[in-house]
């Protein structure tokens, strides 16, 4: 890995008045919700300039599936899946994130025009990652994992979901500041889905005050994903339509942007925007808020 800074060089988040759109460009065959869908690089770019015209603030794009059961994509297949993307949207404008564990992406990405790193296992996939992070000064995506998922099974006890969640964040928070992460560059995400049942999930979404509480720009990631489905339609999940999936998920928008939440990564930007507009426009009347 080149010792140079990457061009992201402290690149800062803009401060915002509402909660931010995480918009999801999987470049993969077999991500949860789209995968296959934007695996072709000129129609993922595509995807990218829909997203931004459909109310997306930041493009997540991702060249690795982390669903169940998906096997490990090698690094230069991953790289030649996200780099063409991310300097294409890039040059239009995008703001970037990365979704990968690994920091040979990240850093390569970062070159190629993405601002922000999110990496799902938090450093625990590859040691090198934080080192990345501190040493660009791009903003880092912290998410709570406790392994692969195709180890999940032998990582999904909890007594208490909520302060378990968080204690592990709180590690992963100390590991980054310690290799040189500055705070205000880390972001956190309980990690919807990983290593977690539906009920963990709702528990975790029932408090998102205290995730809150970590001080810290928080990220929820709940969109299509299992546990919607499986509310929606509970005699057969693979039932629930994408329509009505977008719509709990943009309740859950509005859940999180109430909370605080910075962002919220979504695969249909519009619904959850307007959500998140909503709930700007209340916070913005409440009483004693810009009244003379
Ligand atoms: N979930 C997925 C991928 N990347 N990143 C963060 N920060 N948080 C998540 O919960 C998360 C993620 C898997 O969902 P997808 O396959 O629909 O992209």
């Known amino acids: 890995m080149s ?12 401060e915002a008045d509402r909660t931010q759109i995480m918009g999801v460009l999987n470049v993969t065959p ?3 919700s789209d995968g296959g869908r934007w695996f072709d690089q000129s129609k993922a770019i595509d995807h990218g300039l829909e997203l931004l015209e459909s109310g997306t603030d930041i493009i997540d794009i991702g060249g690795e599936s982390t669903r169940p059961g998906s096997v490990r994509v090698d690094q230069e297949e991953e790289l030649r899946r996200v780099l063409p993307v991310i300097r294409e949207l890039a040059a239009a404008g995008a703001l970037i994130s990365i979704d990968t564990m690994r920091a040979a992406v990240a850093e390569a990405a ?6 922000i790193i999110n990496d799902v296992s938090a450093g625990l996939s ?5 080192g990345v992070a501190a040493r660009t000064g791009a903003p880092v995506v912290l998410m709570h994992w406790r392994g692969y998922l195709d180890q999940a099974s032998a990582t999904f006890h909890y007594d208490d979901v909520v302060a378990e969640v968080i204690a592990e964040l709180k590690t992963r928070i100390e590991d980054a500041v310690e290799t040189g992460v500055r705070t205000e560059n880390i972001i956190v995400d309980p990690g919807l889905g990983f290593s977690k049942n539906a009920e963990h999930n709702w528990q975790i979404l029932a408090a998102l005050d205290a995730f809150a509480e970590l001080d810290h720009r928080l990220l929820v990631a709940a969109s299509r994903k299992r546990f919607i489905s499986s509310l929606l339609a509970p005699e057969d999940p693979a039932l629930a339509t994408e329509s009505a999936k977008d719509q709990a998920t943009a309740v859950i928008s509005a859940i999180a942007a109430q909370a605080g939440a ?10 959850s925007a ?4 909503v709930v700007a426009a209340i916070a913005a009347h409440a009483p004693g808020e810009g009244r003379v």
């Open 126 to 130: 590859d040691p090198s990652m934080l």
């Open 30 to 32: 077999d991500s949860f």
């Open 3 to 14: 010792e140079k800074p990457a061009a992201s060089g402290n690149f800062i988040l803009p």
């Open 274 to 277: 307007i959500a998140c507009r």
């Open 110 to 115: 970062l070159e190629s025009g993405a601002r």
């Open 262 to 271: 910075w962002a919220v990564r979504v695969h249909d930007p519009e619904s």
